[in-house]
């Protein structure tokens, strides 16, 4: 078992890194080149820039009961598929129950964004923000340890 972060714009990547450690479980981010990234724990992947790489190489990556923190919902969607966990940078979990009515609000946001050339701000995030993602990441974990890494001795 490992965590995988969707590091280009992810927040929450110091939390990650200390919960991580504390745990010992391995990480990898996957970065574009675009992104300046270093860590000594993580195994850090840079790829090229260029529309979904970037993801695609962290599905690539992803193996069944992993977790893939991202904030993307397609990113999600194809974790949640290859049997992994997938949890948001604001501390929740994508789950089989979920995903296709996000896959679906974001399908409908970006057609009403296209149609109508609006644009809403994303409010900046607070330290409240990352204490709630911390919060869940520890019980997620708490939660969830012994049946994820339960997984591994099934592959």
């Known amino acids: 078992m490992k965590i995988l972060v969707d590091a280009d714009g992810c927040p ?10 504390k745990y010992h479980i391995k990480v990898v981010m996957v970065k574009n080149i ?4 270093h860590d ?3 195994e850090i992947i840079t790829v090229d820039q260029g529309r979904d790489v970037a993801d695609i190489t962290l599905i690539n990556h992803t193996e ?9 919902y397609g990113v999600a969607a194809m974790a949640l598929a290859k049997n992994a966990h ?6 929740w979990a994508y789950t089989d129950e979920n ?11 970006q057609e009403i964004r296209r149609k109508h050339k609006k644009y809403t701000k994303i409010p900046k995030r ?4 990352d204490l709630q993602f911390e919060r869940f ?4 974990l708490d939660e969830n340890i012994l049946k994820i890494r339960g997984h591994q001795d099934e592959i």
């Open 137 to 140: 990441l520890i019980h997620y």
């Open 40 to 42: 000594d724990y993580a």
């Open 64 to 72: 069944k009961g992993d977790i893939v923190i991202t904030q993307d």
């Open 99 to 109: 995903i296709d009515e996000l896959l679906m609000k974001r399908h409908m946001g």
């Open 86 to 91: 997938a949890i948001h940078q604001n501390g």
């Open 34 to 37: 675009c992104h300046e990234l």
């Open 12 to 21: 929450v990547k110091d939390i990650i890194l200390k919960i991580a450690k």
């Open 126 to 129: 607070t330290k409240e923000d």
